[in-house]
């Protein structure tokens, strides 16, 4: 069962004045993308289409491309952008890349990517759709779950022990990058058990689909000071022991706390 709403343009023309300027270049965007026939749907994603925008939102847009037309159209997206309004730059303007970042001079910021018509029974994300030709969106699989989910925990747990060894090594830069990249996995596990869509995106998706964050969350994080980043390990490793408890888990907490 698809996870889209279908609506069409006249959605654009609804979407409430703080987002006006926004709601102006997916407009024209919208008018450019439905002129070209190979171009089969064009959906939207993110804060606009979860109903949650404001004035800083940028917009998330997917243009649904033929298999047999693909290379060609890709290299004419810089040009779809340019239709669109006056630009400040685009990012990954290189040849055959299927996604631009877009910063109009407006100030809207516009994420605009391609993706194959056939890729549609890998399963489609949540979003608006605002035209699909050809019905093809509306019998869209949900999205797998993500082929790693089970894994998380355990990369968790060997980072921990990592970093333990960083510290002990006197790499105080490896050993902080190593603690945000833990608290990362521990977040898209936690967004898992809470059934929260996009998992993987961790605190994103828990944020954007008003999810709570774990307790003690904030003692996770710490300064670029060695015993201030042990301290918020043993509290990353202790939020790792409320999801699960093995011998190498139990290895690493005692590792962290036995400084010398």
């Known amino acids: 069962m698809t996870l889209a709403r279908f609506v069409g343009r006249s959605w654009i023309d609804r979407l409430p004045a703080v987002v006006q300027p926004q709601a102006d270049v997916l407009a024209r965007l919208y008018d450019v993308a439905v002129a070209d026939l190979r171009i089969r749907a064009f959906s939207l994603a993110g804060s606009l289409a979860r109903g949650q925008g404001d004035s800083l939102s940028d917009l998330d847009t997917r243009v649904w491309i033929t298999d047999d037309a693909f290379d060609d159209a890709i290299n004419e997206l810089p040009a ?11 990012l990954f303007e290189t040849p055959r890349s299927p996604f631009l970042l877009i910063q109009y001079a407006d100030g809207v ?8 018509t056939s890729a549609i029974g890998e399963g489609v ?19 797998r779950s993500p082929w790693d989910v089970a894994l998380w925990t ?19 830069w490896r050993a902080f990058i190593q603690l945000q990249e833990i608290r990362n996995l521990l977040l898209r596990h936690y967004a898992a058990l809470a059934g929260v ?9 828990i ?4 999810g709570t ?18 301290r918020a390990a043993v509290a990353c490793a202790e939020l790792l022991g409320t999801f699960e408890r093995r011998p190498f ?12």
């Open 197 to 205: 869509p996009d998992p993987e995106l961790g605190l994103v998706s």
């Open 109 to 116: 910021q516009v994420e605009l990517l391609a993706v194959r």
């Open 125 to 143: 994300p949540r979003q608006v759709v605002l035209f699909d030709r050809d019905r093809l969106l509306r019998d869209a699989p949900e999205p």
């Open 249 to 260: 888990t139990d290895l690493v907490v005692r590792r962290l706390k036995r400084v010398a």
């Open 154 to 172: 355990g990369w968790a747990a060997m980072r921990l022990y990592d970093l333990d060894k960083y510290l002990r090594r006197d790499e105080i």
């Open 213 to 230: 964050l774990p307790p003690g969350l904030e003692d996770t994080v710490a300064h670029v000071d060695p015993a201030d980043i042990r």
């Open 80 to 90: 779809v952008a340019r239709a669109v309004g006056e630009t400040l730059d685009i």
């Open 207 to 210: 944020r954007d689909y008003d």
